[in-house]
């Protein structure tokens, strides 16, 4: 009712902190990209909610500050977006447990990674499919590398050791596929 005066208790919680520093190892670039770190784009993701939320920008000595984020696990999936960079891979997904009002401290650290090489063929027509086409690695169904096709269906992907998924995706298509090797 308009005319009456109402009144609504609430209360505001703060928020937590991820602060964080990305490292690669020393030398493993041409010194023609200092600043590298401006290329990383990615978020934390809340692995109990799946929430996310972008990391806006690593500043030239890797240091990153994401606030405001709800009480929770998070972990972070940061990737190099230029091609000379994609070698780079994370090493560790550090999950952390942000608390409200609290600031938490990681270390997010890439490696070089191993490349993993295929081919995208659409077997009915034994060709790469039309449209836009990427590939997709997984391991316990957090993505972890990926990669665009390219015009001749070949593509490689940079993974640390472990045991992943592999799904594609084509433009107009439903969803990620799973492979099936020929």
């Known amino acids: 009712n308009p005319d009456k005066d109402q009144t609504h208790e609430f209360t505001l919680t703060p928020g937590g902190t991820i602060k964080g520093v990305v490292t690669v190892p020393a030398g493993s670039y041409p010194s023609s990209l200092d600043g590298i770190f401006g290329g990383l784009q990615g978020g934390v993701m809340d692995i109990s909610r799946r929430g996310?939320?972008?990391?806006?920008?690593?500043?030239?000595?890797?240091?990153?500050?994401?606030?405001?984020?709800?009480?929770?696990?998070?972990?972070?999936?940061?990737?190099?977006?230029?091609?000379e960079l994609r070698k780079f891979v994370c090493a560790n997904r550090p999950i952390t447990d942000v608390v409200a009002g609290e600031t938490v401290e990681m270390t997010v650290e890439f490696?070089?990674?191993?490349?993993?090489?295929?081919?995208?063929?659409?077997a009915a027509i034994a060709e790469r499919p039309d449209g836009r086409a990427f590939v997709l690695a997984q391991m316990e169904s957090q993505n972890v590398g990926n990669a665009e096709v390219e015009?001749?269906?070949?593509?490689?992907?940079?993974?640390?050791?472990?045991?992943?998924?592999?799904?594609?995706f084509v433009e107009g298509a439903q969803g990620y596929q799973d492979f099936e090797p020929i």
């Open 52 to 83: 996310y939320q972008p990391v806006t920008g690593v500043a030239t000595d890797g240091t990153f500050v994401v606030e405001g984020l709800k009480p929770g696990q998070y972990t972070v999936q940061l990737a190099f977006q230029d091609p």
């Open 111 to 122: 490696i070089e990674g191993v490349p993993v090489t295929g081919k995208l063929v659409d």
């Open 151 to 168: 015009e001749d269906g070949s593509w490689t992907l940079y993974l640390y050791e472990g045991t992943f998924d592999l799904k594609y």
